[in-house]
């Protein structure tokens, strides 16, 4: 079966701090991966897709950057971290089956004080 | 760019019908999904329809499509406590990509 998990769950930073927040896959080969961002009562807003290795694309220009090393694995990262980039981070990847939905993995919530 | 439109709040009492709504302005949307997040988690698929369907139910789960409106709606029947959630509407015209999703409504279930 098909799983997502990403880490860490919750993250507290100082502003100028690095940042990489961590996704994988399993159970399925060649997915699209995407970063979303949801700011407190916000919706969610696209920060990059990946349609394969080394192939990302950027939605919002921003203080952060994804990388895709693997096939299953989706990487988000910062040099230096701002105020505003505080938010719940979800990873997620599209679905092989017909109906082509989203699959989430569980959030990392990051605070940057 | 496409956009999608839901109401922020809504508040229920247990037992009641909820009904929440969405609209969109992409003519091509091809699959129409709702999302349910409980606090702290990601986002479940709850349910979707394609854009040649009018309706879809799922035991308490009715989703209501009227393409020429562009308007999307889900009404769960019999509300419970645990159906207290935030609830996005999403929408793609591409099969597995460039999903765009409404600002999601917080449900409220009163007892």
């Known amino acids: 079966s098909q799983t997502i998990h990403q880490w860490p769950a919750t993250l507290v930073q100082p502003v100028g701090s690095p940042l990489s927040l961590e996704c994988t896959v399993e159970?399925?080969?060649?997915?699209?991966l995407y970063w979303y961002r949801q700011a407190a009562g916000r919706g969610l807003q696209l920060l990059f897709y990946s349609v394969g290795i080394g192939q990302i694309s950027s939605e919002v220009p921003q203080n952060l950057s994804a990388s895709r090393p693997q096939d299953r694995q989706f990487i988000l990262s910062s040099k230096k971290l701002l105020l505003s980039d505080s938010g719940f981070y979800l990873c997620?990847?599209?679905?092989?089956?017909?109906?082509?939905?989203?699959?989430f993995g569980e959030g990392s919530r990051l605070t940057v004080l | 760019g496409e956009d999608v439109e839901q109401s922020l709040f809504l508040s229920v009492r247990e037992g009641d019908s909820s009904v929440i709504n969405c609209t969109y302005t992409d003519s091509s949307s091809t699959y129409l999904y709702w999302y349910k997040q409980e606090p702290g988690a990601g986002l479940q698929l709850l349910t979707y329809?394609?854009?040649?369907?009018d309706m879809k139910q799922d035991q308490r789960l009715t989703v209501l499509l009227n393409k020429k409106d562009k308007h999307l709606s889900l009404r769960i029947a019999d509300t419970q406590t645990g159906d207290s959630a935030i609830y996005f509407c999403a929408e793609t015209e591409d099969y597995g990509q460039n999903f765009v999703f409404g600002p999601g409504t917080r449900l409220s279930v009163l007892p």
């Open positions: 997620a990847y599209s679905g092989t089956g017909n109906t082509g939905e989203l699959f």
């Open positions: 159970g399925t080969s060649n997915p699209n």
């Open positions: 329809i394609f854009s040649n369907m």
